[in-house]
């Protein structure tokens, strides 16, 4: 046993070894560093240099509805200790991925046990969805590591003590602070409450310890909510506003051609296909739906058979398969593209899931266990052609000397605005931006507060290698009120793109 236990303690090691070296090979030459990154790191630097506190965070990309600030003050000390880089997040969102290693097999041993703790350890430490979006700084990335921490204190909260749910209300307020899908994570909370209560009634339990304990779980979320609300309190409820739209308004996050509820729940219905398999496999293997299907149609024979076979699930197991399923039926009803990084918070309980099927299967005798191997090959296999370790977007060296290019073509204290015409469609060129404002008395106009009317040039960043003629034409503001100006500069980044000066 002591030697098993040895062998068990190198394996991981070895898979914490095989993660890191994933999440962090080449990250400074391949960093991801766009619109969004440079936006949060234009904001956080502000923090530490000129004391400009926030209370809020990023905005969504559907109904504009802020979350809150909590991802940005995680920043903080990181841009800090490797300003001007801003590597520095980065790392810190890779050590949380790498910590997510091991602590999903000695949390998951207790929701799930041992063995399929350990084959969701395996996946985890090869997931390509995982360690892609380990390897940049980026509000919804650190959600893994959350997520498992969540159902880990719903499972303590529900068989060790009700103190555990002042743990379930941390967790849950910082999942909702990464992205706003993660608000399905309260369903599964709920439920398992509800549960509690059951059981503590048909036990004749003391209700007072658990109702007390609720209490102050839901004082902790009005905490780590209050920043966000003393922001709405400050500009006319400007959040609850968007989030009412959000629930049913005009940039409705459920949206139905018929009105009526039947027809509603069959067209949720029929999403749940299309959800379960984005969620299960083609976030890990690649979209491909008549294979997709069928592992579908196995995992839920898989799961139906689990319960036949034991009778019952655990409570550990059964607050898995809710995580997960509820977060399948929330999205169902969500109308909108929903990408890989919406439910990153769910990872955890999907791969656990797998790991509990994995067991049962490796049980069945050496057929078993040469099937849960080929499984986990076949995982491997379709993950590690995901992963790339070549720069997206500009990297940093050339953002950093293209930035310096610019300033020295800018006049002493001249006001001046940035375009940025890429793919990416950040007219704001947010990244440019960061390392413009690193520059002493070269900071460009901040788009967020400075009237967009009072500068005297225009730094237009062409990445896309538009026509020079054609930029006249653009549908976009900033180009527009300067279009007549007859006094224009042309000179070449280090980027490889052309820029342009236009002045009044």
Not at 253 to 275: C, M, P, Q, V, Y
Not at 341 to 354: E, I, N, R, S, T
Request: net charge positive; glycine share 6%.
């Amino acid at each position: 046993m002591v030697l098993l236990q040895r062998k068990l303690f190198w394996f991981l090691i070895l898979l914490t070894l095989i993660g890191s070296w994933l999440r962090v090979y080449r990250l400074p030459e391949t960093l991801q560093f766009l619109g969004d990154q440079g936006r949060d790191a234009i904001r956080v630097a502000r923090m530490f240099k000129q004391g400009d506190l926030v209370f809020i965070g990023p905005v969504t990309s559907i109904g504009n509805m802020y979350l809150g600030p909590l991802y940005y003050y995680f920043m903080v000390p990181w841009l800090w200790l490797t300003y001007p880089s801003p590597l520095g997040p980065a790392y810190a969102v890779a050590v949380l991925s790498i910590m997510t290693i091991p602590l999903l097999y000695i949390l998951g041993k207790e929701l799930v046990g041992k063995q399929a703790a350990l084959i969701a350890t395996i996946c985890i430490t090869f997931s390509s969805v995982v360690i892609t979006h380990s390897r940049f700084s980026w509000n919804p990335n650190p959600a893994p590591l959350i997520g498992l921490l969540f159902m880990w204190a719903l499972y303590r909260a529900w068989k060790n003590h009700p103190r555990y749910w002042l743990l379930v209300a941390v967790f849950f307020s910082i999942l909702i602070q990464l992205h706003y899908i993660a608000l399905l994570s309260i369903f599964p909370a709920l439920l398992v409450l509800i549960l509690q209560i059951k059981e503590n009634i048909r036990n004749k339990k003391n209700m007072v310890q658990l109702s007390l304990n609720i209490c102050l779980a839901i004082g902790i979320g009005f905490v780590f909510l209050s920043p966000l609300m003393v922001f709405d309190m400050r500009h006319g409820g400007t959040n609850y506003l968007a989030l009412r739209q959000l629930l049913g308004g005009e940039n409705s996050i459920t949206t139905f051609e018929s009105t009526n509820l039947l027809s509603k729940l069959w067209t949720i219905a029929e999403e749940t296909h299309g959800r379960s398999m984005q969620l299960l496999f083609d976030m890990y293997i690649g979209q491909q739906r008549t294979r997709n299907t069928i592992f579908l149609a196995l995992t839920l024979l898989g799961v139906l058979w689990l319960l036949v076979k034991k009778k019952h699930f655990s409570k550990g197991e059964l607050i898995v398969i809710l995580s997960v399923f509820t977060a399948i039926l929330g999205t169902s009803a969500y109308s909108h593209n929903l990408y890989d990084h919406y439910v990153l918070y769910v990872v955890p309980g999907v791969l656990l899931l797998f790991g509990l099927l994995g067991s049962f299967i490796w049980q069945h005798g050496y057929i078993g266990r040469v099937l849960v191997m080929l499984l986990l090959s076949g995982f491997i296999y379709q993950n590690l052609p995901q992963l790339s370790f070549k720069p997206t977007g500009t990297p940093l060296p050339l953002l950093a000397a293209s930035a310096q290019v610019i300033a020295e073509n800018i006049q002493p204290n001249e006001k001046y605005n940035i375009v940025l015409l890429s793919e990416t469609k950040d007219y704001y060129g947010q990244n440019y931006r960061y390392f413009l404002d690193t520059i002493p008395n070269k900071t460009p106009l901040n788009p967020d507060h400075d009237d967009l009317n009072d500068v005297s040039a225009l730094v237009v960043i062409n990445e896309e290698a538009v026509p020079i003629e054609a930029i006249d034409e653009l549908p976009i503001f900033e180009i527009a009120t300067f279009k007549d100006v007859n006094q224009k500069q042309i000179f070449k980044l280090p980027s490889g793109s052309e820029a342009y000066i236009w002045r009044k």
